[in-house]
């Protein structure tokens, strides 16, 4: 744990706190090189004119005593004593510790979709290589040079919100639908007992949906149409064979429930990038955190339904696609605070 010497060398006095449905993500910066005795997910590096920056980003399922636990081992909280000056608290749960972390620094609350604003503002500004990239089989990084707008984000947390971005200022959320990661996670638990993500995650890795769901090349539709491939695998019947086979492996169930959550989102997704006349479809939230799996039913399902559209548009995708924003908070707030060193 740091002292108070070492902690105003090395870490910011800021914390952006994410509370959704599910999840907290906190975000917070180091200054260059400084090593933590904690682990998180992913780091962002900043570099300024004076000073460099790293951004950590950890998620942890919503719990109090978690939250305060990581903030004492990070070092903001030294023996009951907080060193944060601000917290940026976004997200749908941001109401839900207001009382008790007002005691550890002064609250500053932002709505979750001007957060989400804030983080593409900052992706859009630095231009930062490997940030955005498409995915089919493998990733493929897109050095995007002009401005990502306008675009589409597809949100997919506990549930999925769109919206509709036409410039770094203006967007609107245009629409959305219940069936998100909170969706995959419960139906995974009914049907295997299981609660852990990274499990299931895994197990989505070994799965197959052959056995459980009724493919194209499998239905007999009595015509042929002339755009129709007979040997399409994508799915027609969700879950179509359970009947006939009760006694299925829990990896195939849960491979399937990826594929009924991507595709349902994904055919959402198209729809509203056709209606919109705009293009480019970014998805992010932690349901996806650039899971190979998931990345690959999404883009084989965009795909699928623009090519039945007789268009060829793709999905794109983010780095720290479940920190957006909570980055957008935070690097609100550190730009508030070095003005106010100066
Ligand atoms: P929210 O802000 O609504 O909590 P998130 O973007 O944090 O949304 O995404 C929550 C979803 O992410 C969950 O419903 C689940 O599908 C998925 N998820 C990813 N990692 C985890 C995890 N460690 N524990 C639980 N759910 C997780």
Redesign the pocket.
Known sequence: MQNNASFSQNLIPIVCL????????LTFATKKGFILNCETIEELKIITENEDYEIHFT????SLDVLIQKLEQIGFIDDGKSNIQNFYIT???SFKYYDQIQNYGNIIRIN?FDALKFGFKLLDSIKYKNTYFTFNNDIENLQLTASIYPFILV?????VSILKFDNEDQFARISGTSL??????GLSHLFTGI????EL?RMTKQGSNAATDLLMNEVHLGFQSPSRNKNEKHVAVSMGKLKQNPNINQSDIVKSLLYMTTYNISQIAFLHSKLHNIERVFF??????NHEETLQCINEAFSYFSKLDQQNRHPYFIKHD?FI?SLGSFWNGIQKFMQNKQ
């Open positions: 994410d509370i959704g449905g599910t999840l907290t993500k998620s942890h399922p919503n997200g749908g749960g979750e949100n997919i947390g506990s549930g998100g990661g909170g969706m995959f996670l609660n852990d993500f990274d995650l992010s939230g932690h349901f996806i955190r479940g924003g």
